[in-house]
């Protein structure tokens, strides 16, 4: 299965190791999100906006 969640309103939500592998965060408000430890391998995040969101040991962060 897969997780689709583009273009989602997700500013300021406390995702803390949450697993994103393989997911669509295309055009996603990741401001100010709490994204640590949270896994990302092969999630697709173009577009997406990560200002300020907490990335401290994010895994396979990667940007297009």
């Known amino acids: 299965w897969s997780s689709d969640v583009c273009s989602s309103d997700l500013r300021k939500c406390n995702m803390q190791g949450a697993d994103f592998t393989d997911a669509s965060l295309r055009d996603c408000d990741l401001r100010e999100a709490n994204l640590q430890d949270a896994e990302f391998q092969g999630a697709d995040l173009r577009g997406a906006n990560i200002e300020k969101?907490?990335?401290r040991g994010a895994?396979?962060?990667t940007r297009p």
């Open 53 to 55: 969101a907490d990335l």
């Open 59 to 61: 895994k396979n962060l």
